[in-house]
């Protein structure tokens, strides 16, 4: 195994990692304003308002995903005001620990200069940039799998059950945050089999410290699962129930996607290196090839393997999102191999060309915003953007009514997700007018609190469901809202806000 020197890291080293530590600080700077630039025509992502709906109800699970990502979520707004920049400050930070993550699992299998290439070559990844700003089950895997690969390298070099508890208590994390963490977890089990040392790790207590710790953070889950009926497997089941050559033409389709958009990383990797790059990519297949490193190939590549097989099969569908926490760990695999090559000199030309994207992001910035804009004049484009201004409205309507703070909202699916973060109340989400989807939503309770929709005129289920909680004091009105950015004019939208107020005892 490739391990790192112990030895006393020179000056320039050092100012070396401390200018990388810098960089990791700046990107997560840059992704919060660049998101929050690029948002301002409308609302942040439809995830992201869920993951807020979700996380004020503290629940095992949800019918969609597992929890943690909400968790987290309902937390952070525990500590910063609900806004947009403080939402996009958790996707960055969210990235910056999964880039702190890598750093440190580079660190167990390369030496000095070469381990920081294998940070600043993420930086070009769109898993790592725009993709990344939305916060949700597939982007929270950003931090959580290099370290949980962080630790498992560690547990295989050490076998100490402290680095296995660690491992475990990960590996659960992973698994409450998508269940398609399992395809990590399965590659780390046959990584391990495949590994030199395979014997004297599994007399360890590391693998087992980790199992336990694993089915321990994972068993209150699984029990709310199965006493839910398994609601987030059948929604898994249901997004692939669709013809398998639909599901194996979207698996195409996603790894040219993910070739694509590691595209600028290879190039400035291949720069770099210069007149010796050919040369380099040979060495590096013939790595790759090497029997004795085959349990590192199953680590990298094993979940983008299996992902992309079973879509190939036209068993699941794979969105280009799915592959979104496998980056992490390529440039690792590619520089291991041609690490000697990266003088300091190259690994700074790749820092500094790393600093330079940052700067063009940020200059872009306000290109996306206005794109967004213009590219969703349509009706569903603007129903999103015009979210927040439905939630300030509905908010006024019902203090005109009722003193109390608005403590339920339901809707079309856009104005109910938005209504409890852009309310100043910060109601609690009727999601589809369904209590299974919402158990923390009853009868008894809109009867005691009273409850607030906004339907977009044109939505005549959400109409309809409202009717079943109206009453005599309920009350309709029309707005329309038309959003407007930089001089381009959205088209006018008509949405009926609807006031349930609560049952005069």
Not at 354 to 377: G, K, N, Q
Request: hydrophobic fraction near 50%; charge should be positive.
């Amino acid at each position: 195994m490739i391990a790192a020197s112990h030895s006393t890291a020179p000056p320039d080293y050092i100012r070396a990692r401390q200018s990388l530590l810098l960089l990791i600080a700046a990107h997560v700077i840059t992704m919060t304003l660049f998101a929050t630039i690029a948002g301002l025509p409308g609302a942040i992502w439809d995830d992201m308002l869920e993951a807020w709906a979700w996380g004020q109800q503290f629940q095992l699970g949800y019918y969609k995903h597992p929890p943690l990502y909400a968790w987290v979520a309902g937390l952070w707004f525990k500590i910063l005001p609900r806004s947009d920049a403080s939402y996009y400050a958790l996707s960055a930070v969210n990235i910056g620990a999964g880039l702190v993550g890598v750093w440190r699992l580079s660190g167990l299998l390369l030496r000095r200069y070469a381990r920081l290439s294998t940070v600043s070559l993420l930086l070009f990844a769109p898993s790592y940039h725009y993709l990344a700003t939305n916060f949700n089950a597939n982007t929270i895997l950003l931090s959580i799998w290099p370290w949980t690969a962080y630790y498992f390298v560690k547990s295989l070099q050490t076998h100490a059950w402290k680095d296995g508890i660690a491992f475990g208590a990960l590996c659960g994390c992973a698994l409450l945050a998508k269940y398609y963490s399992i395809l990590l977890l399965a590659s780390c089990l046959f990584a391990a089999l495949l590994h030199t040392r395979r014997r004297a790790y599994l007399r360890s207590a590391a693998p087992y410290c980790a199992v336990a710790v694993l089915a321990a953070i994972f068993a209150p889950h699984a029990w709310w699962a199965f006493n839910s009926g398994l609601p987030t497997v059948a929604y898994a089941l249901s997004k692939s129930a669709r013809p398998m050559l639909l599901n194996t033409s979207d698996a195409i389709t996603t790894g040219l996607v993910a070739i694509a958009a590691n595209a600028i990383g290879t190039a400035i990797l291949l720069i770099a290196l210069g007149r010796r790059s050919m040369v380099l990519v040979r060495r590096v297949w013939h790595f790759w090839k090497m029997p004795q490193n085959s349990w590192l190939m199953m680590l990298g590549f094993g979940p983008i393997v299996m992902t992309l097989a079973l879509g190939f099969a036209g068993y699941v569908k794979v969105p280009p999102n799915f592959l979104i926490p496998t980056v992490y760990i390529l440039p690792l695999l590619v520089v291991i191999p041609v690490g000697p090559a990266l003088t300091p000199r190259r690994v700074c030309a790749i820092m500094v060309a790393a600093a330079l994207f940052m700067v063009f992001t940020l200059a872009v910035s306000p290109i996306v915003a206005y794109a967004s804009m213009t590219l969703r004049l349509d009706d569903r484009g603007q129903i999103k953007q015009i979210g927040p201004d439905v939630a300030t409205a509905a908010t006024e309507l019902w203090h005109e009514e009722v003193e109390a703070p608005i403590r339920i909202a339901a809707g079309t699916e856009a104005f109910s997700l938005a209504l409890p973060f852009y309310s100043a109340d910060g109601p609690a989400e009727f999601t589809h007018f369904n209590v299974q989807q919402a158990p923390w939503i009853t009868p008894e309770r809109i009867a005691r609190e009273g409850m607030v929709c906004a339907c977009a005129a044109t939505d005549a289920s959400c109409l309809e469901q409202a009717k079943r909680y109206e009453t005599t004091e309920t009350k309709r009105r029309l707005r329309v809202f038309q959003k407007s950015f930089w001089g381009v004019r959205g088209t006018p939208i008509e949405v009926i806000i609807i006031t349930v107020p609560p049952r005069r005892m």
